[in-house]
């Protein structure tokens, strides 16, 4: 079946401006996480949401970044007033609610603000 | 900040067992050890897990240590897709949530 989609693939945006980031996870997937990798970096984990529990925010580095998940599926990330150091790439994992061990990740979004 | 140290590379030769090691000196008896892997430009991939038990599957082994302060995946043959940077994680379950915290890994490089 699909795996895990996310659009756009690239974006370059002005400092300032606003994104948004989707992510379609694996049909059936209960838990959907946002992960962000900055270049040379490791992955750092950002936003974590589990079926219509309340998501744990506790990753998002400032309140520009908020995340939403429509329906159980769709999740935006919604990055304000975007920064330079904002440029990374943006990865979103799904996973059954009792095999989170295995998460499965997207290609990711680039983002690079100019 | 990740709970993990591994050596930042490690060349391979095509067809020859590649073992990555990885200590996690500080782990706690609820906590797993995962290993992922991402290659280049991809998204990361999930390879195996182990709590305590040596484990294998189609991908990898797993040998983890009896005090569980280190482990050693194994790729029993290596080839030059396994090029990438592989991540041992250790994370513990939170009322469902499994924050996977990736340090910088440890980059493979398969040779022909």
């Known amino acids: 079946g699909a795996g895990v989609s996310q659009s756009p693939s690239n974006k370059v945006t002005e400092k300032g401006k606003d994104v948004e980031l989707r992510c379609d996870p694996i049909s059936g997937h209960t838990a959907l996480y946002w992960y962000r990798q900055s270049l040379g970096q490791g992955l750092e984990f950002l936003i974590y949401?589990?079926?219509?529990?309340?998501?744990?925010k506790s990753g998002l580095p400032s309140d520009r970044f908020s995340a939403e998940r429509t329906g159980g599926s769709v999740s935006t990330l919604t990055i304000q007033r975007t920064q330079q150091e904002d440029s990374a790439v943006y990865l979103c994992?799904?996973?059954?609610?009792?095999?989170?061990?295995?998460?499965?990740f997207g290609p990711g979004t680039r983002l690079t603000v100019t | 900040d990740a709970k993990t140290t591994q050596p930042p590379s490690m060349d391979c030769a095509e067809g020859r067992a590649a073992n990555l090691p990885c200590n996690h000196s500080t782990i706690s008896g609820n906590e797993y050890v995962y290993w992922y892997r991402q290659i280049h430009s991809q998204g990361p991939q999930y390879i195996i897990h182990?709590?305590?038990n040596n484990e294998t599957n189609e991908m990898a082994s797993l040998i983890i240590t009896e005090d569980r302060k280190s482990s050693t995946l194994i790729l029993p043959h290596a080839t030059l897709r396994d090029t990438a940077v592989y991540y041992c994680?250790?994370?513990?379950?939170?009322?469902?949530?499994?924050?996977?915290?990736f340090g910088k890994g440890m980059k493979l490089t398969v040779n022909p």
């Open positions: 994680i250790v994370s513990a379950p939170q009322g469902g949530s499994e924050k996977l915290v």
């Open positions: 994992a799904s996973s059954f609610y009792r095999e989170t061990y295995e998460q499965y």
């Open positions: 182990g709590l305590k």
């Open positions: 949401f589990q079926g219509n529990s309340a998501p744990d």
